[in-house]
C-alpha cells in the first residue's frame, strides 16, 4: 500500500524509473508491485514574483516497516531520481497506523 506521491518531478521522468523503481521496492518491502500507488501532482512553484521551477520532493504514504527498511527504501528512490539527472530530492515518510487505516469499513489491525 505505500503511495508515493511526486512534486517538482514531471510525469515522463516518473514514468521512465516506475517499473524499476517499483520493482526493487516491491522486492525490499516484500509486497507485489500492485501494490504501489505514485501519484505526480501538478503544482505551480512561486518565488519572488516568477514562476520556478519545482524541488523535487516525493512524500511516501505506508504502514511502519521499521527504520532499516525506511533508510533502504529512501535510497532506492534517491538512487532512482539522481538517475534522471534530478541534482537532489527530499522524501519525506506519513506512517498511517493500522488502526486507522480502514478498507471498505474495516481497518487493517
Known amino acids: 500500500m505505500p503511495q508515493l506521491i511526486f512534486k517538482g518531478i ?9 517499473a524499476p ?3 526493487e521496492l516491491a ?15 501538478h503544482s505551480t512553484f512561486v518565488f519572488n514574483q516568477d514562476e ?5 520532493f516525493i512524500e511516501v504514504k505506508w504502514f511502519d516497516r521499521g527504520q ?3 533508510n533502504q527504501f529512501a535510497k532506492i528512490m534517491t538512487k532512482h531520481i539522481l538517475s534522471l539527472g534530478i541534482p537532489e ?12 487505516y ?6 487493517f489491525e
Open 10 to 18: 514531471t510525469v515522463d521522468k516518473v514514468k521512465k524509473i516506475s
Open 21 to 23: 523503481l517499483v520493482q
Open 27 to 41: 522486492d525490499l518491502c516484500n509486497c507485489e508491485t500492485d501494490n504501489f500507488t505514485l501519484e505526480i501532482i
Open 52 to 56: 520556478v521551477p519545482g524541488f523535487p
Open 68 to 70: 532499516e527498511i525506511q
Open 89 to 100: 530530492v527530499e522524501i519525506a515518510f506519513t506512517v498511517f497506523l493500522e488502526s486507522a
Open 102 to 107: 480502514y478498507l471498505n469499513g474495516k481497518n
